[in-house]
């Protein structure tokens, strides 16, 4: 949207509180991106150098791998998050019937295939924003269809809600039907065992756990080599599932990143929690509040005021934050999770706070005093609700 | 102070903020994205178009925040709908007037009061005068430029929050120089032309798709209801409008125009041009800027965007009309404003208002 400098108070920083848009750089990814963009070769060449960058690039699949619990060669590295869901929708879901959440991010609501069996079937949520098991269980059991797969996300960006993935990973399996868990908000944060929990096939991306844009990791379930159709051939890169030359300087900060993270957890609830104690005296309602969630994430609904005015007057106090899933041209769109949540106007009220690995409590400080301010100062031109606020979304 | 400068994109409002910025203000953009670009032009990776590529360049290129207001929505239904909806009506709509009441001047500033802004700026060529009972509208000095008939609708409240820095330069050339001066890459972009929201420059076509049983060929017929003519739509037809009648255009010697439009029965009526004249008028939805005289006012009145003023008598009715008397007669046509004129200043105006027994 704007240059975090550009709207900020002059002679001071802005605070960043947006790690779900991404994260910031951790010490080790920006050192393993160093000393890998230094190395000369590729890693399909037959030589000496193409062999160092090969080796490199091997370290960082088995890193990735062992972390998150598949085979080896069932790291498949891409460009990003996108692409890994994609990369699974069309490699894998040929013929299937797609059974998609509600609340999923676009990258996954807008990735499925021309191959897919009939329409998209919609799995709705509860107000708390997860997964409504018994319809799940209907869509899954009937007989007469193709068979299913299934997308749901391991974290949503919005509201950090995080569906029942146990229940969810053993309907599927009692189904037979292919489960595929976009892990973007969840990898590096906590453990995952992809093979372990049952999923089909997980994907991740670098920047959201610490690392650079523009790499990402779809982890396949089943044994090694898994088969996957890729989207572009190339020259037969990753076993012939991804072509093109690795983004190795991208792909070893990933690596690193997520080792730097899931050796140096960090328990944010205590942060959360005073800060959202203080939005909620200030009268917001957390979205999503009831669920399990995220301990980075809340997404904040003041009833009345538009998210994009929200939004602005934090940005020009020199807080970054978001409001639903941007589109690439910056506009502030309504939020379809929230919307899938049955929340109403709301959906168009929220912004989402997601604190960074690095958060200190000086800037939740600062966005506590800046959003408090916020809300009485916007409190007359607010719009008056229609009906009530909707229960079950302000913490207790 | 912070100040909001709504930024289409275009040289003027561009010029608008590096001005604002440059006498020390804490500017703030923002750009209203009306509809989806990528219907109308069918191509670009992204919602934005390229007046919204542009804004961002000028707010990057000058250092300052800037925002994409998402008012597609409220567009469709305040703006496109309400058009084709006058049409329908057979009336001959302003959508201009509609956008900046509601769009720019409703919700573009209420945001800014919103984000705490102490005033909201924009490109139109208008001037904001502080009089001795507040602010008022008259006139550019640049009169090749006019635009203060698209913004009668102004309420005092907005006109009070509003600033328009471009009202007193002599000419566009002048705003393309200081654009040049500031370094923006719009300084020599072409100026928008006709309705912003009708990509081929036809509106018949969107009307007709929102109000299909308007479309397509019907009769032209006389006051007394004889068939005189063919025509193709009667979306075609203004009051006032000589223009498309065929051989209906003059009838036993004299010349014919437009005297009414009837689109549930696709009809269009004409009349001699000598005959059609009328010396009354009633207009709805007035806006008042400044306290109207219950007995009336002697101003000058205009009644299409670019047309000379005429001498008038203009008295407020109750339920927020008001009736004009002209010193000579003339053809107003529904559906556009009358503005009430005071020299240069804008003293009130409202929407002119069908005559009777024609039949919608």
Known sequence: ?396 | MRILVAMSGGVDSSVVAARLQEEGHEVVGATLQLYDSRKAAKKGACCAGQDIRDARAVADRLGFAHYVIDAERRFQDSVIERFADAYAAGETPVPCVACNQGVKFTDLLGLAREIGAQAMATGHYVRRVEGPQGAELHRPVDIARDQSWFLFATTRAQLDFLRFPLGDMPDKASVRREAERFGLVVANKPDSQDLCFVSDGSYVDLVERMHPEMAGPGEIVDRHGHVVGQHEGVMRFTVGQSKRLGNAARLDGERQMVVGVEPGRKRVIIGPREGAYTSTLSVRDVNWLVDAPPEGLVCDVQMRAREAPRAARVVPMAGGGAQVFLNEPAMPAPGQACVFYRDTRILGGGFIRRAEGLAA
């Open chain 1, 1 to 396: 949207m704007t240059t975090p400098s550009a709207g900020s108070a002059p002679g001071t920083e802005p605070t960043y509180l947006d790690a779900n848009a991404t994260e910031p750089l951790r010490p080790a990814a920006g050192a393993a991106m160093l000393d890998a963009a230094r190395l000369v070769g590729n890693p399909s060449s037959v030589h000496g150098a193409g062999r160092a960058a090969r080796a490199m690039l091997e370290n960082a699949r088995s890193t990735v791998a062992r972390r998150l619990g598949v085979e080896a060669l069932n790291c498949v590295f891409t460009s990003g998050g996108t692409e890994a869901n994609v990369l699974a929708m069309h490699g894998l879901g040929g013929g299937r019937r797609f059974l998609i959440g509600r609340t999923e991010h676009d990258a996954v609501r807008k990735g499925v295939p021309p191959t897919a069996a009939g329409p998209i079937e919609w799995l709705e949520v509860g107000a708390d924003g997860q997964v409504r098991l018994d319809l799940l269980e209907q869509s899954l059991a009937r007989r007469d269809a193709a068979p299913a797969f299934v997308c749901l996300m391991l974290a949503n960006n919005e509201t950090g809600v995080l569906h029942p993935m146990a229940e969810v990973a053993r309907l599927c399996t009692h189904y037979g039907a292919h489960l595929h868990v976009d892990a973007v908000q969840g990898a590096g944060r906590f453990d995952i065992s992809v093979r372990e929990q049952g999923f089909g096939s997980v994907a991740c991306s670098g920047h959201k756990m610490g690392g650079p844009k523009g790499a990402g990791a779809l982890l396949l379930g089943g044994p090694a080599p898994t088969r996957l159709d890729p989207i572009f051939e190339g020259g037969g890169q990753e076993q012939g599932r991804r072509g093109g030359t690795q983004a190795l300087p991208a792909i070893a900060g990933l690596a690193a990143a997520l080792e730097e993270g899931l050796d140096n957890p960090r328990d944010l609830a205590p942060l959360r929690d005073r800060l959202e104690h203080a939005a909620v005296q200030a009268g917001a309602v957390v979205c999503g509040a009831g669920a399990a969630r995220l301990a980075n994430t809340s997404c904040l609904a003041l009833p009345g005021r538009r998210a994009q005015g929200q939004l602005m007057r934090l940005d020009l106090d020199g807080l970054c934050v978001s409001a639903g899933s941007a589109c690439s041209s910056g506009k502030v769109a309504f939020s379809h999770v929230l919307d899938a949540m049955g929340l109403g106007p709301l959906a168009g009220q929220a912004v989402r706070v997601s604190l960074p690995w690095n958060v200190t409590a000086a800037g939740v400080e600062r966005f506590m005093a800046a959003y408090t301010a916020m809300a009485a100062a916007t409190r007359e031109t607010a719009e008056p609700m229609a009906g009530n606020v909707p229960a079950g979304v302000v913490r207790a």
